[in-house]
């Protein structure tokens, strides 16, 4: 088989040096495509991959998301079962025990047997749902671990000022406020 570029040269229209550069010229051409074509693909395949890396990384953060939101609400359950497993009588109500609850203060209602429990600090105030229930320190410790803000301490470690004129002073556990 012979190519064009022979044939018109054997009949004598194109001479050999004409023919030479058109066939650098294609040759050229062909290289410049194929320059311009692989920086066109390229380009398309950054772009794709970069976009895929985004949809991974907005897939991994929604998959965070969700896990921790998941943790939370095991966390809430595990609080509730321990409430609900552990909680204490509040006896017949008779006496009226004040304490602080984040910067209000919440009173409940419990026995005499039940105040000294909560003095001496065997037992602890839970707020779980708005309604607060009363569990075993041991319990309380439990809860404080997964999530601190439920629990109301009644007996609290206090820190000794130097400079407190009334640290001489006792404050009688009986005191009702």
Not at 81 to 93: A, D, E, F, W, Y
Request: aromatic residues 4%; glycine residues 6%.
């Amino acid at each position: 088989m012979v190519s064009l570029a022979d044939q018109l040269l054997k009949a004598g229209l194109v001479d050999k040096k004409k023919a030479t550069q058109a066939h650098q010229q294609k040759v050229k051409q062909k290289k410049e495509e194929r320059r311009s074509g692989v920086e066109s693909v390229d380009e398309a395949r950054e772009a794709a991959l970069e976009l895929q890396r985004k949809n991974a990384e907005r897939a991994r953060e929604h998959n965070a998301q969700r896990d921790a939101a998941a943790q939370q609400k095991a966390i809430a359950a595990q609080i509730a079962q321990l409430v609900q497993q552990n909680r204490q009588g509040k006896g017949n109500g008779d006496i009226a025990y004040n304490f602080t609850h984040g910067t209000k203060i919440e009173r409940i209602h419990v026995s005499a047997q039940v105040q000294q429990h909560l003095q001496a600090g065997r037992l602890a105030i839970v707020c779980l749902g708005g309604a607060f229930e009363l569990v075993p320190a041991v319990i309380a410790d439990k809860i404080a671990e997964r999530d601190a803000s439920l629990v109301v301490r009644a007996k609290k470690a206090q820190q000794v000022d130097e400079d407190d004129p009334y640290a001489a002073y006792q404050i009688p556990d009986d005191l009702m406020w």
